[in-house]
T-cell receptor
Framework: NAGVTQTPKFRILKIGQSMTLQCTQDMNHNYMYWYRQDPGMGLKLIYYSVGAGITDKGEVPNGYNVSRSTTEDFPLRLELAAPSQTSVYFC?????????????FGPGTRLTVT | AQRVTQPEKLLSVFKGAPVELKCNYSYSGSPELFWYVQYSRQRLQLLLRHISRESIKGFTADLNKGETSFHLKKPFAQEEDSAMYYCALNGGSQGNLIFGKGTKLSVKP
């Protein structure tokens, strides 16, 4: 049981490049989330999904896209990378949304855009 | 607006001293609050949730609705408690968490 896995761990992008951050969970959780964390700040929600085929925007969705074709996978796509997207990205999953359900986090992807 | 405030960026104490990490929240309705912790080189993980009313690793947190606070306390800090601590609020039906900026706890020998 690996929990939530993310790849890559680190990445450097040039301005205007695109990339996909991968996230996979093996806990059969319906809810999945993408957060970003800027230095000295708390995590902010980018996108979330309540099940396969269903996604919605969070607090800071601009410049990102997601898809959820399976329960396990929730990739985050960056189009036309900008320096403002330099951040640490965390994927998380949860069995349910409403209620005090634990969120399980991946190890994070540290992205630098130069 | 839903918001979580952790006023201290860094809290430094000596081993054996009491610890209190402050958390205040803004939320209309009944809040669901959590403390998450990130130890060095480890992923973010749940420490405790208010609904459980449990003590984890000696830490407790009481929800005070009058003061809109959910402070994390431990009577005797240990060096292994050194970590980043995040207070978080369940943001709604989609289950996303609203995080504070975090407090770095450093426990000195």
């Amino acid at each position: 049981n690996a929990g939530v896995t993310q790849t890559p761990k680190f990445r450097i992008l040039k301005i205007g490049q695109s990339m996909t951050l991968q996230c996979t969970q093996d806990m059969n959780h319906n809810y999945m989330y993408w957060y970003r964390q800027d230095p000295g700040m708390g995590l902010k929600l980018i996108y979330y999904s309540v099940g396969a085929g269903i996604t919605d925007k969070g607090e800071v969705p601009n410049g990102y896209n997601v898809s959820r074709s399976t329960t396990e996978d929730f990739p985050l796509r960056l189009e036309l990378a900008a320096p403002s997207q330099t951040s640490v990205y965390f994927c998380a999953s949860s069995r349910q949304g409403v209620g005090s359900y634990e969120q399980y986090f991946g190890p994070g992807t540290r992205l630098t855009v130069t | 607006a839903q918001r979580v405030t952790q006023p201290e960026k860094l809290l430094s104490v000596f081993k054996g001293a009491p610890v209190e990490l402050k958390c205040n929240y803004s939320y209309s309705g009944s809040p669901e609050l959590f403390w998450y912790v990130q130890y060095s080189r480890q992923r973010l993980q749940l420490l405790l949730r208010h609904i459980s009313r449990e003590s984890i690793k000696g830490f407790t947190a009481d929800l005070n609705k009058g003061e809109t606070s959910f402070h994390l306390k431990k009577p005797f800090a240990q060096e292994e408690d050194s970590a980043m601590y995040y207070c978080a609020l369940n943001g709604g039906s989609q289950g996303n968490l609203i995080f504070g900026k975090g407090t770095k706890l450093s426990v000195k020998p």
